[in-house]
């Protein structure tokens, strides 16, 4: 299906047909219904879809990072490094979790941080240690790496103290902290200005780069996509309408829907000059990004 | 902070004012003699009557009197009880630290307890420990303290003799140190306990609603997202953050304890605030009730701007401000 | 902008809503039991003359005999029958429950609903009367107006509202304040409708939910004030009232426990009926009270 797929060895995540149904006031929402995703080691995959269409279940399914929502039934086969997460037991998972495995960074870094906490001592909570003072040394150099200036003072803050992208920055911190061989990151541009949108999604794709870990960006922005992503998966209604190379389906689409993404997207973004002639969907390439 | 405790000074004392200006107008409305609601049942001379007309200014308009009465309670005169036969400040000054040691006690024993019950049962929510806790709690609060105090003199102290079933012990004791203590421990363990077990429940109640709404929050999910064991994030996340709304709630009972702790003095003939202002409303001893409730009033007043003020000292979101 | 026909939509989705919400009562468990409880209760004050085996203040039988199978609940220091005591004593707990809870909903809701619909001085002023009488603690409030002004009934009612309508007050204001800001609102205003009608007929049936809740706590509140007052053996002694009992049975309580055991059983017993109740209201408004995925789950 696309290049990055087929030349390496085993995939470093496989689901296959995951069902995830909620149960909202009575009625069952089929918010992932019977999705099949592959992420290679190091590979750069973007997840798009309208709000609502079952991008964030998904992601939290997966990592069984379900949050407020009841659950009618939840399916499939999801396979990490070749172990079954759906089977995995709790320690193992902690375990995955704390060094190496998988981490995930959320839409709205306020929420997701605590506001009783310097987001320093969250930074070191996630390295695993207690004492602020001793990992210090180690906080700051992820905050840097997450593109937040060297400084103690910075790390001494509430997440109330500081801007949005700085927020989403610690966030990124706090992720990047395990180490993880993928990093999901759900929305990670959307509660942010348009200027620190861009300035994130670099860190976003240098880390990629330099840490040679895959990545799955959930957007429903097709320019993110096109900034970061070397496959998309296009997502309606729970369920994946269409896959394949980021090019190729920016000047290719073959599901309407897709098409339509695209189009709405291009007519948005960056009305400033394409060269004529050009693939007219593909708003930069990755290279040109960096 | 500096700008917050000035807010809340602003705020605080024109209330207090409002609290006893209500108080005084009240006493504007009682039915009958002026001066008889003033002594209680007492008779009096017209001698007597003229003198207290005069100094309590009785025959002025309202706006006089209730200056006067600012005046005085700025000297801290609370008016002088004719049943009682000294000055209401007295009385208030003599029976308020008991109160204070009930309420202190029994606050060591309910904030520990409502903090742990509330966050088991909140942290298993719908499991087989958290029924049991729920309904214990529910049924814990519907008890009335006083009934609760009954039924623990009847059987802790009557049936069982472990305890002396009221009072607070001899007025002039002999013990020194360790055996004061346990004497007063004694004497003190029942109301103690009648009073834990409701405000205990109430603030186990609190606890775990606060400790679910916790658990919904985006950073408990990070903190899963980072591999912390259950534990962990209970100690980490879910206690401290859970505690705040407590502070509030626990600040803002002991105030009203002070004050408030009416029914379960009663029961075990504790002598402080409550049952004195028991008396003084069966003595229809006006003057005392006035100078006790005005006493809670700003106690309950002060009280809550000192809990105001240390939860924004423990809240990073508010001390951050101003 | 909304055609003003679009405007009462939620206003009867949401009676139906509440309809169907006392209709779930029977399935939730707290609901059930606190429906149960407040049913007997009920029908027991409304038949007291028909299930009482005694008028209650006769004084017939020997004074202090234990439980028997003449005297359920044994008798008195007089002689009276406590089980018909106990009987009586609902239709005070009862009347007293319901007409402190009904008052305070009245003046609570007129008072939250001008305060939480009008901006400025209307907001300023009756939010801070509000919080003038919420300073005192309930019982004092009682204690002192009763002090100054008697107990009869209907002043003990008139003392109790007086001390709890403040929370309610606050409540209501709440939920105004929150709906006034929403899209129906500003349809039916758009539609111009007049003040009253928005505020009676659209906002209020939306807001009512959780206020039906404190309504439910605010009667188990004034019962529990009652019985207290009762108890201090300064409610109104022409009426038989369960926290009377306990205050004569002070004094008898050590040789006859049966004085005080089955009147305080009685308030225990109201109090988790109302509180019951409540909860179960509250587990079907607000479905984040039940189980869901997500918290401490790893
Ligand atoms: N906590 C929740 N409560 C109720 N419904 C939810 C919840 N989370 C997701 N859903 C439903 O599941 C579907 C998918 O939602 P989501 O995964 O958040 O979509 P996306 O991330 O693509 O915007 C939607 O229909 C949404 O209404
Ligand atoms: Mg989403």
């Known amino acids: 299906m696309s290049g990055g797929a087929a030349n390496a060895g085993a995939a470093l995540l496989e689901v296959r047909d995951l069902k995830v149904h909620l149960r909202v006031g009575g009625a069952i929402v089929r918010a992932v219904d019977g999705v099949d995703l592959t992420v290679m080691p190091g590979e750069s995959i973007g997840i798009v879809g309208e709000s609502g269409s079952g991008k964030s279940t998904l992601a939290r399914g997966i990592l069984k990072l379900m949050a407020n929502v009841e659950l009618a039934e939840l399916q ?26 998988f981490s995930m960074i959320f839409q709205d870094p306020l929420g997701y941080l605590n506001p009783t906490k310097r987001v320093g001592t969250q930074v070191a909570e996630a390295l695993g240690g207690k004492w602020f003072a001793a990992t210090r040394r180690r906080v700051e150099q992820l905050l840097e790496e997450a593109g937040l200036p060297a400084s103690a003072q910075l790390a001494r803050r509430f997440p109330h103290e500081l801007s949005g992208g700085q927020r989403q920055r610690v966030m990124i911190a706090i992720a990047l902290a395990s180490e993880p061989a993928l990093l999901f990151a759900d929305e990670p541009t959307t509660a942010l200005d348009a200027t620190v949108q861009l300035q994130v999604l670099k860190t976003l794709g240098r880390l990629h780069r330099d840490r040679n870990m895959a990545m799955v960006v959930i957007t429903h922005d097709l320019g993110v996509v096109a900034e970061l992503c070397d496959r998309v998966y296009v997502m309606r209604s729970g369920k994946v309408v269409e896959s394949g190379d980021t090019v190729e389906l920016f000047e290719n689409p073959r599901h309407p829907y897709a098409a339509q993404l695209i189009e709405l997207s291009t007519r948005h973004r960056r009305p400033g000059p394409s060269a004529p002639g050009a693939a007219p969907s593909v708003p930069a390439s990755p290279a040109e990004a960096r | 902070m500096l700008r917050f405790v000035l807010f809340r000074l602003l705020h605080a004392i024109p209330l207090l004012i409002a609290v006893i200006l209500v108080i005084l107008l009240m006493l504007q409305f009682i039915p009958g003699d002026p001066v008889q609601a003033m002594v209680g049942d007492f008779p009096v001379s017209p001698e007597f009557r003229a003198a207290i007309t005069q100094q309590y200014h009785l025959d002025d308009p309202f706006p006089v009197r209730v200056y006067s009465y600012f005046v005085n309670l700025l000297h801290g005169d609370f008016g002088y009880s004719y049943q009682f036969q000294r000055p209401v400040w007295d009385l208030i000054a003599e029976s ?16 520990p307890f409502g903090v742990l019950v509330g966050t088991v049962s909140g942290t298993t929510r719908s499991s087989r420990v958290d029924h049991f806790w729920t309904s214990t709690a ?4 519907a008890i009335p303290t006083f009934w609760l105090g009954q039924l623990l003199v009847l059987v802790l102290a009557v049936h069982l003799g472990w305890f002396p079933t009221q009072g607070m012990g001899p007025l002039v004791s002999r013990a020194h140190g360790l055996s004061w203590f346990l004497e007063r421990a004694h004497y003190i363990a029942l109301p103690a306990l009648a009073f834990a077990v409701h405000e205990g429940t109430r603030f186990a109640r609190i606890m775990r609603a606060s400790v679910a709404d916790t658990l919904g929050q985006g950073y408990i999910v990070t903190a899963r997202a980072k591999g912390l064991s259950r534990g962990a994030i209970i100690r980490g996340h879910v206690l401290r953050n859970s505690s705040l709304p407590l502070v509030t709630v626990a600040g803002y009972a002991f105030g009203a304890a002070l ?7 009663t029961v075990f003939t504790w002598p402080g605030l409550g049952l004195l202002l028991v008396q003084a409303v069966r003595m229809r001893d006006n003057m005392t ?7 809670a009033a700003i106690a309950v007043v002060v009280i809550n701007l000192l809990v105001d003020l240390l939860y924004a000292a423990l809240d990073p979101r508010i001390r951050g401000r101003g | 902008m909304e055609p003003p026909s679009t405007a009462p939509g939620p206003v009867r989705s949401a009676w139906r809503g509440f309809r169907a919400a006392l209709g779930h009562m029977a399935g939730t468990r707290h609901g059930a039991v606190g429906c149960a409880i407040l049913l007997v209760l009920a029908i027991v004050a409304i038949f007291a003359p028909l299930i009482a085996p005694y008028d209650p203040l006769q004084q017939a039988q020997a004074s202090l005999t234990p439980p028997s199978m003449r005297d359920l609940f044994g008798t008195d220091n007089t002689g009276r029958d406590i089980f018909s005591l106990v009987i009586y004593g609902t239709r005070t707990s009862l009347a007293i429950g319901l007409g402190a809870a009904f008052g305070a909903l009245v003046l ?6 001008l305060a939480g619909y009008f901006r400025g001085p209307v907001e300023a002023i009756l939010m801070r009367l509000a919080e003038l ?3 005192l603690p309930v019982i004092v409030v ?7 002004f008697g107990s009869s009934f209907w002043l003990l009612l008139a003392a109790i509202i007086l001390a709890i309508w403040p929370v309610e007050a606050r409540l209501v204001y709440g939920q105004y304040l929150r709906l006034r800001s929403m899209d129906f609102v500003a349809a039916a205003k758009v539609a111009d409708m007049s003040t009253i009608h928005i505020m009676l007929r659209e906002i209020l049936p939306n807001a009512i939910r959780p206020v039906i809740v404190q309504v439910a706590l605010d009667a188990s509140v004034a019962i529990l004030i009652e019985a207290g007052l009762g108890f201090l053996g300064l409610s109104d002694p022409n009426t038989v009232s369960w926290g009377q009992l306990l205050y004569v049975a002070q004094d008898y309580m050590t040789i006859a426990w049966w004085t005080s055991f089955f009147p305080g059983a009685a308030i225990c017993l109201a109090v988790v009926g109302l509180n019951l109740f409540a909860d179960g209201l509250n587990e079907i408004l607000d479905p984040r009270t039940r189980g869901r995925a997500g918290g401490l789950q790893s």
């Not at chain 1, 172990?83 to 320690?91: E, G, H, Q, S, V």
């Not at chain 2, 004050?259 to 003095?265: P, Q």
């Open chain 1, 76 to 101: 499939g086969d999801v396979r990490f490094q070749g172990k079954d997460l759906t089977r995995i037991a709790d320690a193992e998972l902690r375990a995955l979790r704390r060094h190496g495995g």
């Open chain 2, 96 to 111: 308020a630290p008991r109160t204070i040691l009930l309420t202190l006690v029994g606050f060591l024993i309910a904030v």
């Open chain 2, 138 to 141: 529910l049924v814990a609060y």
């Open chain 2, 259 to 265: 004050g408030g702790a009416v029914l379960l003095e």
């Open chain 2, 289 to 295: 009730v006035v100078g006790i409730v005005i006493f």
């Open chain 3, 108 to 113: 609570s809701g007129l008072v939250g609903m």
């Open chain 3, 133 to 135: 009488f919420q300073t």
């Open chain 3, 142 to 148: 009682v204690l002192f107006t009763v002090a100054l």
